[in-house]
């Protein structure tokens, strides 16, 4: 019930937003995903990202750039220093900024809003892992006659290829999705903690 919950959010956004892809059709980062920002979440909303480089040092160069995965629509656009520029997610395939609150239309009416959070990059260049903790603090979807709200805490972690040009990324999924529609109202779907990891991902490092 939920993943047919989760393909009615997203076929649900007008072509206004890039919608929602398939296997491993590539979302498109272009100028055809507009930036529907509307405000932040708070003044702490600047330093949502926190960066932990293992040893310390400098982010490396080689994972500055747009990360895509082969499915499910999830992107990171990494900044020079590490910093989360954007991102899309699985939830939402739309793109998000960390500490940003984001409007979206709906097909059939009604509106989208999707609030991210923090999130945490963490890179170990001993073992090449790269670990990402995100934080969608909050979405709200409308549905025709239904409301679909709830928040998620996502992990991917996995290590970067030698060649720098894939990383292969177990996703660990914290959802909570509460469902309003005729009887039902804010039915929490049900979630099973050990369903985790939801699935192996393989993020292609985007050439620009």
Known sequence: MKKAL????????????????????PVDTGTSIPDNRVGEQGPESLKTVKVVLDGGGEFPEFLVGTWRANDLGWEFVFEPDGNIASLIHTIARVRLYPGQITKVAMKEGGEGIFHMG????????QTSQLQLEVELDKFHTELAESLVEGSSTDILTGPVSEDTLQWKADWFSYPEFYVTSGEYNRYKLPEDPNENPKKNLIFSKVQE
Do not use: A, D, E, R
């Open 6 to 25: 989760i393909l009615m959010i997203c076929i649900s956004f007008t072509m206004t937003g890039p919608g929602c892809q398939n296997g491993n059709k």
């Open 118 to 125: 923090k999130c945490l990059v963490y890179y170990s260049p």
